[in-house]
């Protein structure tokens, strides 16, 4: 990478941990530690889904929405002097996750295929 570039990104990660309290090296940890075992949960949840194992579904659904969210619950637990809209956006996109879980379990089908 250029020089400016790691200086401006270097510049956002100390105005993150010094003005909001956001550590963006552990925000990226805990981001990318939770790649694997969504996406693993995500394939659990909807062969689950597409076999009709009702037993299954709920842990699964559950262990994708906590992998989706952890990151964003790190700021909200953490971040301090936030703006607002900060909270609402996490609040939203929360609540999104939820409501398109939700959804997708009781309607029994799993998500449709695109491409």
Known sequence: MPQPVIAWLQDMMR??????????????????????????????????ISTRRRSEIIPWSMVLLATTVA???????FGRNLPWW?????????????????????SGQPAAKTG
């Open 71 to 77: 990151p964003f619950v790190y700021v909200m637990l």
């Open 15 to 48: 105005t993150a941990r010094e003005q909001y309290g956001v550590n963006a090296v552990v925000f990226l940890v805990i981001y990318l530690g939770c790649a694997p075992v969504w996406y693993f949960s995500l394939f659990r949840t909807l062969r689950a």
């Open 86 to 106: 900060v909270y609402a956006v996490i609040g939203a996109l929360i609540i999104e996750s939820l409501f398109v879980l939700y959804r997708r379990i009781r």
